[in-house]
């Protein structure tokens, strides 16, 4: 079962930042790994969303997914998924991929992994 790391409070994570905010223009994303976390990061109409680059339905790369408004498509077979929580929105996945909490802090862009 996948956990929602946004949900976790800020004494549960550490934010680590990853790039300056100019480096992800908006529609881009970034691939960053944090520790053991492989994620992918993304600005959405300036709004930053982090989820883990793995697709719940078979292990495989997700972040490399088409991207439509919030919803990114796994490439391998079609799952989809909502970048702003990690949620399930189509087969064959089942299960949620984690969600990290994001913020802009000095113009850099730092995602919230668990301590």
């Not at 790994?33 to 930053?48: L, T």
């Not at 991929?97 to 994001?102: M, S, V």
Request: with cysteine.
């Amino acid at each position: 079962m996948s956990v929602n790391y946004k949900q976790l409070s800020t004494d549960q994570v550490e934010y680590v930042p990853v790039a300056e905010e100019g480096e992800l223009p908006n529609g881009e994303r970034l691939f960053v790994s944090i520790d053991e976390y492989d994620i992918v990061v993304f600005n959405i109409a300036g709004e930053i969303f982090a989820i883990g680059d793995l697709c719940s339905h078979d292990d495989g790369p997700i972040g490399e997914g088409e991207l439509t408004d919030h919803s990114i498509s796994c490439p391998r077979h079609g799952a989809d998924f909502d970048v702003r929580d990690g949620k399930v929105l189509s087969l064959p996945a089942v299960v949620d991929i984690p969600a990290y909490p994001t913020r802009v802090n000095e113009g850099q862009i730092e995602v919230g992994v668990p301590v």
